[in-house]
Each structure stands twice: as structure tokens, then as C-alpha cells.
């Protein structure tokens, strides 16, 4: 049997693929390369000395999909596959909604011809909206997220739910992520984003390699220690391992499970920055800009749960996270293009 890890290309998408390999799984990728880099599964297997079958195409193709799961012998499917900058979702809401939310239906239909009931979803901390408590924990009421990307993400963990209720066949774990950074200590697989990073991390290392001139700083104004926002950074290889321990748990758990992946810390955006030059030994160049418009103050985990029901935790901290983060961006200034 085989698992098939759609969107595995991309950035955890690839930690995924090595870390499945290393279990010594047979591993199916499927992605389009709209946002990831064939580069990354041959680096991946020549860390594994193993291969995964690379197929290049989209979530939203029914027939490939038919062709796939006909072809191969899939047990499990963990669902990467996805758009995720939250600014381009407000400007093209159709697209997220068709990519996110259409693929993740016609992924679904196809998944149920073929007999195939056993999905991992990558959700995220996003769903809980703008919850007041912290930290977050599975039990709070679902949120309404500030974004189109954020509304992608609720809408399939709600059809997912529908589905497990309609049918009691399906397994289905929806794991929200908090914040994934980091590399695999390797540093021959990482994150490239397109373009200006969203995210801390990247703009972080790219600034340290001299492709960013200095980093922006979205508020010091807000009510946390030091006025920056804090989040719960996780690195992305604890964030795997919670992949391999949720799929094994929802082999023998039948409906729909909900853990956060997290490492129920927060640190804010000048802690990282510190973290970051200690690892680096470098300073980078920071000014505080102002707020961008759907932040919130601060959120972390509650990572009880997972813990509690998977026996996972978040082991790797700031330090090996910043560390992993650089060596992967010096090694590697241009990303994949390098
Ligand atoms: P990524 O963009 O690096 O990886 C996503 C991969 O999916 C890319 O390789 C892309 O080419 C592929 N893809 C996109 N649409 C596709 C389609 N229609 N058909 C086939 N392939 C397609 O992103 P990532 O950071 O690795 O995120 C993986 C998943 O985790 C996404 O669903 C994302 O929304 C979710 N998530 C990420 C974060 C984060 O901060 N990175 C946080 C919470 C949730
Ligand atoms: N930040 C800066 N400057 C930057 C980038 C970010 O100060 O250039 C700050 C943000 O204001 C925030 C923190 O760094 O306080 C983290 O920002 P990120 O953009 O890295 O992450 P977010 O918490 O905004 O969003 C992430 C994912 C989303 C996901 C969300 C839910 O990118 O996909 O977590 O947890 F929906």
C-alpha cells in the first residue's frame, strides 16, 4: 500500500515525503508545481537513498485522479495540496475557493469511488478566528477567519465533518497548524517562497542573505510584552512526526479527530528576530512599520490534546528552528534556483 501526498512538492509537503520514506512507506506525490519545485523530491531522495512516484498534476483533475488511485494501491491520503497567501486570496477569492475548496471536493469524490477513506487535512490556526482566549484548544467554537484562504480552510474541515457523519467509513484527521518554520537540518530542503515572503521566517533568512533589505516590524503597538505579535512557531519536522502519529492514530478511529500542532509557546516577532541572530551571527536590519490589517495580538496552542491522544510533542525549539532555517537559506540563497 502506498500514501499518497498531494501537494508534496511544496514545502512541508517535501519533509512530509522524506520523513514517510524514512518509515520506509511508499509514497505518491501528487502537485501541479503551481507553488513547489520538482527539485525538492530529487533532494529528498537523495537524502532517503528512496524515491517517491512524482506525478505532476492537479487535485481538481477528476480523471487523474480516477487514473491514480486505479493505478495505485493507496491506503492513506495526507491532503498538502493547496493556496495559501492570504493577501492574493482577497484579491482573487474564485481562485481559492475553486483551488481549496473544489479541490479538496473533487479529491474527496474521487477518494470515495476508489474505496480510499483514510485523509489527513492540513488546516490551521486560522479557523479559530479571532478567539479572545488563549491559548487555543480544539474544544473553543470555530471562528470566522478575516480571509478568503482562511474561509477556504473552515469550509473543508466543515465538509469533512458533513462527510464523516454522513458516512462512517471515513477517517479523517484535521490537524491546525500554527506557525511551521524551519528546515530539515540538512539544509537541502526548505521553504522558497515565490516573490516578497508573507511569512516572518523566510523574510527573516532573506534579509540575511542580502535579498531583503531590512525587515518590517507589523506593530510594536499591540498588548504583548514587547508590543510585537506573538505565535506559536513549530518546526516543520515536529510538525511531520504529528502527520505520522495522526495517521496512524486515525487507522483505528474511525469519524472525524481535530488536534492543533503546535508547541503551546509564543514568541513574538522580535524574540524571533534575536533567535534568529543568535543562530545566524548576523544582526538583521529591522523598522517597525504599521499593523497589517487581519493581524492579531497573540495566539499560541494548547498542544494538550495531541500530546494526550497521539503521544506527540513539539520536541525541537527556537534555537535548532533558526538554525535549520539558515542553513537551508545560506546554502541555498536563490531557493531551489540556486
Ligand atoms: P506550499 O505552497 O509550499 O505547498 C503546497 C503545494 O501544493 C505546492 O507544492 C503547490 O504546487 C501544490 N498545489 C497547490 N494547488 C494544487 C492543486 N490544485 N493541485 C495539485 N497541487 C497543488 O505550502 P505549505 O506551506 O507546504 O502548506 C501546505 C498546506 O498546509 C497548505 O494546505 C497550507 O494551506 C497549509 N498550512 C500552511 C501553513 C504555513 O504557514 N505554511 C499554515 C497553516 C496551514
Ligand atoms: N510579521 C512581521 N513582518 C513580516 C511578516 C510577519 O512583523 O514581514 C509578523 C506578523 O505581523 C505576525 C508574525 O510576524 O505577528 C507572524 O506572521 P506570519 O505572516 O509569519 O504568520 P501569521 O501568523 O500571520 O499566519 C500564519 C500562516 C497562515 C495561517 C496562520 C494561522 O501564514 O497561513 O498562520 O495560524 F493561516
New binding site residues.
Partial sequence: MSILVTGGAGYIGSHMVLALLEKRFEVVVLDNLSNGSAVSLERVAELTGRDATFIEGDIRDRELLDALFQRHAISDVLHFAGL???GESVEQPLRYFDNNVGGAVTLCQAMQSAGVRRLVFSS???V?GEAEVVPYHEGLPLGV?TNP??RS?LMVEEMLRDLGRADCRWSIALL??????GAHPSGRIGEDPQGI????????TQVAVGRREA?????ND?PTPDG??????IHVMDLVEGHLAAMQAIAERPGISVWNLGTGRGY??LD?VHAFEKAAGCTIPCHV?P??S??????WADATKAERELGWRARRGLEAMMADAWRWQVSNPAGYAS
Fill in positions: 495559501k497567501a492570504v490551521s490556526a486560522t479559530y477567519p484562504y482562511g480552510k491546525r497548524y500554527f506557525n511551521p518554520a515572503p508573507n511569512n516572518l521566517v523566510p523574510f527573516i525587515l518590517s516590524v507589523f506593530g499591540y510585537t505579535g506573538v505565535r506559536d512557531y513574538s516577532v524571533m512599520g499593523r497589517r487581519g493581524d492579531l495580538a497573540q495566539y
